[in-house]
């Protein structure tokens, strides 16, 4: 019986493809979520880049109130204040958009010219 049991290749096809098809599957979804995880990566740097570049500064302009009725007197006056939002280590630089290298075409030929 045991002799049986070891000449018998019945099931030995299907195992080697069963370990053939989840070899494929783990490989498969390995690269899925790596090609996510950059994805989400790029989408967090890009959320950093638009937090750091916003301005926070603000003026609150002063204004005083006086009464119109009676004798001329300030009910109450408000100084103006504000707050100025200097650049900090982490704050991204303004992005500034140029033309490296354009194409023209002159003459039926495209030359290209390299501008600062």
């Known amino acids: 019986m045991l002799r049986k049991l070891f000449n018998d290749e019945a099931g030995f096809v299907v195992s080697a493809e069963l370990a053939l098809i989840v070899t494929l599957v783990f490989t498969a ?5 790596a090609v996510a995880r950059d994805a989400l990566v790029a989408e967090y740097n890009d959320i950093s880049d638009m937090i750091g570049t916003m301005d926070q500064s603000y003026t609150v302009v002063g204004h ?12 109450g006056t408000n100084n103006s204040f504000g ?4 650049g900090d280590s982490c704050d991204c ?10 194409k023209t075409q002159v003459g039926g030929k495209a030359t290209s010219e390299v501008s600062p």
């Open 29 to 33: 979804v390995a690269v899925g979520v």
């Open 64 to 75: 005083s109130a006086t009464n119109t009725v009676g004798p001329v007197a300030t009910h």
């Open 83 to 86: 707050f100025a939002d200097l």
């Open 93 to 102: 630089d303004s992005v500034a958009l140029s033309t490296i290298a354009a």
